[in-house]
C-alpha cells in the first residue's frame, strides 16, 4: 500500500482534476490544503520543496504539478 499526500488549494482545477484521479483509481490519499493549514504549507514548502499544487508525495517522493504519467509510473497504474 502507498502512503499518499495531496497538496492543494482552493480554486485550483488542477488540485480538482488530481483529486479525481486518484478517486476514480481507488487511491486512497490524504489531501492537506495549504490555504486552511500553515504547517501544510511549511511542510510543502520546507520538507519538499515545492510552492506549488497540486503536488502529491507517494511513498516520500514528491511529483510537482500535473503530471499524471509520472503518477501512474510511480503507482504502477496502466
Known amino acids: 500500500m502507498n502512503d499518499i499526500i495531496l497538496f492543494t488549494q482552493p480554486d485550483c482545477p488542477p488540485c480538482k482534476i ?34 506549488s499544487t497540486p503536488t502529491i508525495v507517494i511513498n516520500g517522493q514528491a511529483i510537482i504539478g500535473f503530471e499524471i504519467d509520472k503518477i501512474k509510473e510511480t503507482l504502477s497504474l496502466s
Open 18 to 51: 488530481m483529486k479525481m484521479f486518484l478517486q476514480e483509481n481507488q487511491i486512497s490519499f490524504k489531501e492537506k490544503n495549504i490555504k486552511e493549514d500553515a504547517a501544510s504549507m511549511k511542510e510543502l514548502t520546507k520538507k519538499y520543496g515545492s510552492y
